[in-house]
């Protein structure tokens, strides 16, 4: 009898052992974690769901509300990792379910735990590419479609379930699977990151005492249903840990507040913003008549909003993020919080306009061919332009260690001292202290 695909998933997510290379990047996993998350966890940056989270959700003795706490908190920000094969963020689900479970049963092995979030990390990949290019386009948010199952692979390899019980729990995360990309812009957003991982923590609760969900068939729908004819399912098993997803092409860590979807465009006015100052502009308000942004048709899928009126807004608003980017050089996180758009900035955002570049190929068919091509038009009749692709911008190094530096300075001292203690993650007794920090 053939093998089922849900059923040869379940036995490979225990078949392969990373190496310290992989432990290694892990590790730089969880320092980007805490630098998002904690900001928000601590009340340093202002969120306009958290309160509704907390008071909805309590978490005495209770492990998922915990999870969907954890999740809610460390994506809040939308400063947290993104997977481009995942197309989505998956550390914010895997860890946030990895936590409360470690916490809850008093598992602190720690290479066991990091390779737990490598097989999570490893399956997001997989899940991105077996589920085709339509998916996301379809108006669907990885994170909450792909993350349940991702965190609960990851869960399963951390508690060391049977085959049988992954199969379920993996079957039960898919059929809870759900999100709309719509929500972007809104506190529902990192909302659906705590609801995947309450899900990823129901799905292996359910399976551990045994629950009669579908063993067999369930993954194999889920890419049918959700693949809109573009699934591709053996990317599941095909050429595990060669290299693991984790290296290649690795986890991707946000240097800007804003969705990644504008990071080119803020990178390119950037250097428009240099520009100018060599030609000797002051005044970049009197001086810029108006903006063009092009990019391939439906590069702006996820930053749609053209008319911010918060900073969560903004942080989906290529036009927001390109004029505070030439205005003020950075992108401040504070800036892109649960506050008022600066309305200057918004004034002059105005000018900004859309041009999808349509001799380049559709961005869902492969949105690592991205660009973002950024011209200023200037009052004397000048013209100058900018472009930069999102593999540049993939390229450029980040500081995960000055970034998990900079949240902390935003903490209470003698908070930011407990977690400085446990950022290295080099024994078990760091991930008991840090499991205790994040869950009790």
């Keep these: 009898?053939?093998?089922?695909?849900?059923?040869?998933?379940?036995?490979?997510?225990?078949?392969?052992?990373?190496?310290?290379k992989e432990r290694d990047a892990a590790r730089r996993g969880i320092q980007d974690f805490l630098a998002s998350t904690l900001p928000v966890f601590y009340g340093s940056l202002p969120d306009e769901g958290k309160q509704a989270v907390l008071d909805s959700f309590p978490a005495v003795k209770s492990v998922e509300n915990t999870a969907l706490r954890l999740g809610y908190l460390s994506h809040a920000l939308d400063y947290d990792d993104y997977h481009a094969a995942f197309r989505g963020h998956p550390s914010t689900v895997i860890l946030s379910s990895l936590f409360p479970l470690s916490f809850a049963l008093g598992r602190y092995r720690v290479d066991d735990f990091l390779d737990a979030y490598i097989i999570g990390v490893e399956v997001a990949g997989r899940l991105g590419r077996a589920i085709g290019t339509r998916h996301y386009g379809m108006g669907l948010h990885s994170t909450a479609t792909l993350g349940p199952i991702a965190a609960t692979a990851a869960c399963c390899?951390?508690?060391?379930?049977?085959?049988?019980?992954?199969?379920?729990?993996?079957?039960?995360?898919?059929?809870?699977?759900?999100?709309?990309r719509a929500q972007f812009g809104s506190a529902t957003k990192p909302l659906h990151s705590g609801f995947a991982a309450r899900s990823a923590v129901n799905s292996v609760q359910l399976a551990m005492v045994n629950f009669p969900g579908q063993e067999n068939g369930v993954l194999e729908s889920f890419l049918n249903v959700f693949g809109y004819h573009a699934e591709q399912p053996r990317q599941l098993l095909a050429d595990w840990a060669m290299p693991w997803r984790i290296i290649e092409p690795g986890l991707e860590f946000k240097r800007y507040p804003t969705c990644g979807g504008t990071h080119s465009a803020a990178e390119a006015a950037f250097v428009l913003r240099q520009r100018c100052v060599e030609l000797g502009v002051d005044d970049l308000y009197t001086a810029i008549t108006r903006i063009e942004v092009s990019f391939p048709p439906g590069a702006d899928t996820a930053p749609n909003i053209c008319c911010p009126v918060d900073g969560v807004q903004a942080r989906f608003s290529l036009e927001y993020v390109i004029?505070?980017?030439?205005?003020?050089?950075?992108?401040?996180?504070?800036?892109?919080?649960?506050?008022p758009v600066d309305s200057t900035l918004r004034s002059f955002a105005a000018r900004v306009k859309r041009c999808p570049d349509f001799s380049a190929p559709a961005d869902e068919l492969d949105p690592d061919r991205r660009f973002h091509r950024v011209t200023l038009f200037?009052?004397?009749?000048?013209?100058?332009?900018?472009?930069?692709?999102?593999?540049?911008?993939?390229a450029i190094y980040t500081d995960v260690e000055e970034?998990?530096?900079?949240?902390?300075t935003l903490l209470p001292p003698s908070i930011?001292?407990?977690?400085?203690?446990?950022?290295?993650?080099?024994?078990s007794e760091e991930l008991e202290q840090l499991a205790s920090l994040l869950c009790s």
Excluded at 1 to 20: G, K, N, R, V, Y
Excluded at 385 to 390: D, G, I, L, N, W
Excluded at 416 to 427: H, R
């Design 1 to 20: 009898m053939d093998i089922s695909l849900t059923a040869e998933f379940a036995e490979i997510l225990f078949t392969h052992t990373p190496t310290d």
């Design 157 to 180: 390899r951390w508690l060391k379930l049977s085959r049988e019980q992954t199969q379920i729990a993996l079957g039960l995360a898919a059929t809870q699977s759900s999100g709309l």
């Design 323 to 339: 004029v505070d980017a030439l205005v003020n050089g950075h992108l401040a996180l504070k800036h892109y919080t649960a506050i």
């Design 378 to 394: 200037l009052s004397d009749g000048q013209q100058i332009s900018h472009c930069v692709t999102r593999q540049e911008t993939a």
């Design 403 to 408: 970034k998990l530096a900079l949240s902390l």
């Design 416 to 427: 930011a001292e407990q977690f400085s203690a446990t950022i290295t993650l080099d024994s």
